[in-house]
């Protein structure tokens, strides 16, 4: 995501942190929209459920990037040419890991260490925390960390949990 939103700024002269911006909005927005397709893991959907649900999910994402670039001024032949590579892996790894969470649980909690370290190592990680809504003074009202921080711990976050890891990066 990085790579696609730092390659359409550079090319259309646009800057990064007035796309980021743009992203954010948009993005928080369609997440309001899309919180009902994301059921309790007590709930979680099988392999073609989740398929669908991800099909879906990603054409609104799709349509949501369309909707801010075109607004920028970016063609929407330029940014389907780069949405389109990026929405099939991104299919294709989230529902390998649903796949793996639903019938692996415990072999989550090692992917996802593995996942946040290799994050880690790279910059961009600051970026994609504060996009979901991790911010310097704990979780964004309205933002997706302060969703799953009342779906999935309430009010007490538990210290060592992965979303208070989380939470400690976005503020240092």
Do not use: N
Not at 15 to 37: D, G, Q, R, V
Not at 99 to 106: A, V
Not at 142 to 169: D, E, K, M, N, Y
Request: with cysteine; aromatic share 10%; charged share 15%.
């Amino acid at each position: 995501m990085y790579q696609f939103t730092e390659k359409v700024a550079e090319q259309c002269g646009i800057p990064f942190c007035t796309i980021l911006k743009h992203l954010e909005k948009a993005l928080s927005a369609l997440f309001e929209k899309l919180k009902k397709l994301f059921p309790p893991p007590s709930e979680a959907p099988g392999h073609e459920k989740r398929m669908d649900k991800m099909t879906t999910i990603l054409d609104r994402v799709e349509e949501c990037f369309l909707q801010v670039f075109s607004k920028l001024g970016v063609s929407k032949e330029f940014l389907q040419s780069l949405t389109s590579p990026l929405k099939t892996g991104v299919k294709y790894v989230a529902v390998t890991i649903g796949d793996i969470t639903e019938q692996h649980p415990y072999l989550v909690a090692t992917l996802v260490c593995i996942v946040i370290g290799i994050l880690l190592s790279q910059w961009i990680f600051p970026a994609i925390l504060q996009m979901v809504g991790f911010g310097p003074l704990g979780p964004v009202k309205g933002g997706i960390a302060a969703w799953l921080q009342g779906r999935v711990f309430g009010g007490a976050v538990p210290a060592g949990s992965w979303f208070a890891t989380l939470q400690h990066f976005a503020m240092v």
